[in-house]
């Protein structure tokens, strides 16, 4: 584990009731960013398909178009949606790392985790029992939470890759509509200039 946050005297004033009890939360948030996690990579693959049928269709136009107004247009919203798209296929739809909800059961049966509860139960089964099944538990909250923080570094790493893929379109967009503006400026003074 990365992070032990639980410190002694809070693993020995914590009950066994308390701590499953904090372990469901725990759970749960783990569970909520996992789920966050996959609507996110769905909401990827969506946002990349579209842009991948915008970038093939821009393509084609722009390969057809003999206008050069329209191409140059063509060719700034599709260096933006390029731009766009290579963070997409390199940063957000690649294989991601997360953690799962839940301890590996191996992480539970450990010797030193037997020795230590036994040193502490004064020679009692059940005592050691109950001191194994509270630190487990304790070792599972402390996993649940280093989880919940990885997925949501994960998430947040994605969020700003897509915020600067967005940007990208957002900026050829604008680039697009300033050229319009001028080639409308354009036409209307060359149309102005024909009652002059």
């Known amino acids: 584990m990365e992070e032990r946050f639980i410190s002694k005297e809070m693993r020995a004033f914590i009950s066994v009731e308390l701590a499953q009890v904090i372990l469901t939360r725990a759970d749960a948030r783990l569970g909520s ?3 966050q996690l996959r609507k996110s990579t769905d909401r990827a693959y969506t946002m990349t398909g579209f842009l991948l049928t915008c970038f093939t269709g821009l393509t084609a136009f722009m390969v057809n178009t003999h ?3 329209q191409f140059l247009l063509a060719l700034v ?7 766009a798209l290579l963070l997409m296929f390199t940063k957000v739809i690649s294989v991601h790392g997360f953690k ?3 301890s590996a059961a191996s992480g539970y049966m450990q010797d030193k985790n037997i020795a230590y509860a036994r040193r502490h139960s004064g020679g009692s089964v059940d005592v050691a029992n109950k001191i194994y099944l509270k630190n487990c538990l304790l070792d599972s909250i402390e996993y649940a939470e280093e989880a919940y923080r990885y997925n949501r570094q994960q998430l947040t790493d994605r969020c700003q890759v897509i ?3 967005m940007r990208a379109i957002k900026w050829s967009v604008g680039i697009d509509f300033l050229i319009i503006l001028i080639v409308a400026l354009i036409k209307f003074s060359m149309f102005a200039m024909t009652f002059i």
């Open 33 to 35: 960013s996992l789920e």
């Open 67 to 69: 206008d050069l107004v």
């Open 77 to 83: 919203l599709w260096f933006g949606i390029s731009d």
């Open 100 to 102: 799962y909800a839940g």
């Open 163 to 165: 915020d600067k893929a």
